[in-house]
């Protein structure tokens, strides 16, 4: 019996794209400088991508965790030349709106602070409206407790099952005026009315130094909270006046600074959560988990987003969830194989079929001593030839784009390209290989595109990625 295990889980749910376009403009938090950011929809599987269209050939900066370069005030984004800061609240506002796929142009290099929340760019997307598209989500379901901890900054975080969204923050920056705080969120659908609109904070000495050393140019007392953590006289309070153009800035009660209102009573926690969401969105795959945290911040949210992103990728080595017993009646035989590919033996390299949906199938290559090509190919040590594995692996994918047709026998598939192909292990007489390929986008016009992988228990032995082309039988037969 072969034990397969995967955790990442096909859901239901589809991936969704806004319907339109949506433009907002305004200052970047530290640059000071006036941009402009427009939402535009993105295909299936695209993810989340910023575009600098003020730059040569406008490169394209994929929001994915190992390219943040700076996380010392915001988290910024570096690829192919480009930089785009300050990107954690549009971010957290997508995964709040549980978009999977949009494309954000900018014509500068920071996003535009606005209020210091997410909560203008959730109400954008919401103008607009949100289309489901064809491929379903796929959520990385956390398999085990994920640790990150800073032990000098007593900074704790964890990732636990759940089958669910849930973030848990807390803040503790002993500090008499902001003291210890708590925010939770139970679901995603909680963002948009208990997160979106908490805005950033900031300790007095910090926007001082900040100040000081002109790091925050395009701030604004209007888009922070700021924390008075220290003695303030009026001569300091007439300084800030000016520096934020304003008549009169005093402390309030709370213990700050009177030029806003706070939202929430712990509004710092709950935009400490928002930033959290955001960073952790580089990760790149809608999560279900238990996040707890206690005093995040970009470094610590980034180091754990790639501590997640590592089991993500050493999860996706078992890339087939099937638990098989050769007794049990596949779905499909070999003569039922044969109804739908037109290879005969010795060309035919499929055994079984496990598994077959509208974006994946499952199949078995059972590699006997008999098989033909062992009484050339290394005689005295048979080891199964790596265009055969390939073969077979496209033979199991040629399933999956035939079952798209009404009449399978009257079609067939020739694949167009192989790409990224990789030997991992010797595959040999007595192995059972178990191969699974993926649509990585919807069909179009005949066209698809898959991964595969094969495994011999649970360790890959080969994995490409494939495109082939549906053509009519008759028509094939013209073609040269």
Known sequence: MINIA???????????????????????LHTGVAVT???????????????????????????????????????????????????????????GCEVDNVLIELDGGEVPIL????????QMLDSVGFLNQETDREYFQIPHNIHY?????????????????????????????????HATITSVSDFKQEIASCRTFVFLHELEMLLKHDL?????INNAIV?????????????????????DIQVAKEGILNNIELRYQNEPARHKLLDMIGDLALIGTPIKGH?????????????????????????????????????????????QIMDILPH???FLFIDKILELSKTHVVGVKNVTMHENYFIGHFPGAPVMPGVIQIEAMAQTGGILVLSTVPDPSNYLTYFLKIDKVRFRAQVLPGDVIVFRCDLMEPIRRGIAQMKGVGMVGEKIVVEAEMMAQISRYKESETAV
Not at 75 to 90: F, I, K, M, R
């Open 227 to 247: 924390i008075v953590d220290h003695e303030i006289d009026d001569k300091e309070l007439k300084e800030l006046a000016k520096a934020f153009n304003r008549e």
């Open 149 to 181: 901890s800073e032990t000098d900054r007593k900074v704790d975080m964890v990732a636990m099952p759940l089958d669910d969204y849930r973030f848990t923050c807390m803040v503790d920056y002993n500090s008499p005026v902001l003291g210890s705080q």
């Open 291 to 335: 996040i707890m945290a206690a005093r995040p911040g970009h470094a610590a949210n980034i180091a754990f987003a790639k501590k997640i992103k590592a089991a993500i990728k050493k999860d996706k080595k078992k890339k087939i969830q099937h638990l098989y017993d050769p007794s049990v009646k596949p779905l499909y035989d070999i003569m």
């Open 6 to 28: 995967l955790s990442t889980v096909i859901m239901n749910l589809k991936q969704r794209t806004i319907k339109s376009e949506v433009s907002v403009s305004g200052l970047g």
């Open 344 to 346: 005969r033996p010795p």
């Open 216 to 220: 925050i140019k395009g701030g604004d």
């Open 115 to 122: 209020d210091g929340s997410a909560i203008t760019f959730v």
């Open 37 to 95: 950011m427009t939402f535009k929809p993105a295909p299936d599987n695209h993810g989340y991508k910023f575009k600098r269209t003020d730059l040569p050939n406008q490169p394209i900066i994929d929001a994915d965790v190992d390219n943040v370069t700076d996380t010392s005030r915001s988290t910024t984004l570096s690829q192919n030349g480009a930089s785009v800061s300050t990107v954690e609240h549009v971010l957290a506002a997508l995964v």
